[in-house]
T-cell receptor, first 113, second 111 residues
Framework: DVKVTQSSRYLVKRTGEKVFLECVQD?????MFWYRQDPGLGLRLIYF???????EKGDIPEGYSVSREKKERFSLILESASTNQTSMYLC???FGQGDNEQFFGPGTRLTVL | GENVEQHPSTLSVQEGDSAVIKCTYS??????FPWYKQELGKGPQLIID?????GEKKDQRIAVTLNKTAKHFSLHITETQPEDSAVYFC??????????FGKGTMLLVSP
């Protein structure tokens, strides 16, 4: 079974802090994704990566950056956390082209105070 | 870019009833249409998908229909059970970039 793990289920940070959200997948998938999930807004793509050291902006990249130094690991970075970044963050991975199944992690509930 | 609209946002049914969730999309190049189910406390999981060369696909109690001319597709769940209660997301893939998701439908199945 494909497994996508995220470093924390719950995280509480203060405004202005630098926040790292880590995601690891164990199926050698080329593609990895970071989504943000908010009530009524569905899943919004922040960034995705189709290869090591490659990244593409999604629909809402402002205030976020990413890092993919190894194929299995994709990190989401909030350089200076703000209260409007309080949300559920979901990581996913997939093989090959965009018309393949995305496997999601359990999510990280981030609260910024 | 692609725009996906999903209705309804909330759907309540009695156990044993059928449930239908509908999505419309804007990009006629879209050729792949998956449906994901998100249970409480978990990430979304693919439950069924359909490609543009097929009009309908079934898997036990769930089915998806696609009307490419009208640019809409639907998820049908028959004989609903309490464990079907979840948030359901439709998505499309236009052949470039990545999936575009709808905003989700919360399905509540009452015993």
């Amino acid at each position: 079974d494909v497994k996508v793990t995220q470093s924390s289920r719950y995280l509480v940070k203060r405004t202005g802090e630098k926040v790292f959200l880590e995601c690891v997948q164990d199926m050698d998938h080329e593609n990895m994704f970071w989504y943000r999930q908010d009530p009524g807004l569905g899943l919004r793509l922040i960034y995705f990566s189709y290869d090591v050291k490659m990244k593409e902006k999604g629909d809402i990249p402002e205030g976020y950056s990413v890092s993919r130094e190894k194929k299995e690991r994709f990190s989401l970075i909030l350089e200076s956390a703000s209260t409007n970044q309080t949300s559920m963050y979901l990581c996913a991975s997939s093989f090959g082209q965009g018309d393949n199944e995305q496997f999601f992690g359990p999510g990280t509930r981030l609260t910024v105070l | 870019g692609e725009n996906v609209e999903q209705h309804p946002s909330t759907l309540s049914v009695q156990e044993g009833d059928s449930a239908v969730i509908k999505c419309t999309y804007s990009d006629s190049a879209s050729n792949y249409f998956p449906w994901y189910k998100q249970e409480l406390g978990k990430g979304p999981q693919l439950i069924i998908d359909i490609r543009s060369n097929v009009g309908e696909k079934k898997d036990q109690r769930i089915a998806v229909t696609l009307n490419k001319t009208a640019k809409h597709f639907s998820l049908h769940i028959t004989e609903t059970q309490p464990e079907d209660s979840a948030v359901y997301f439709c998505a499309t893939y236009p052949g470039y970039s990545t999936l575009t998701f709808g905003k989700g439908t919360m399905l509540l199945v009452s015993p």
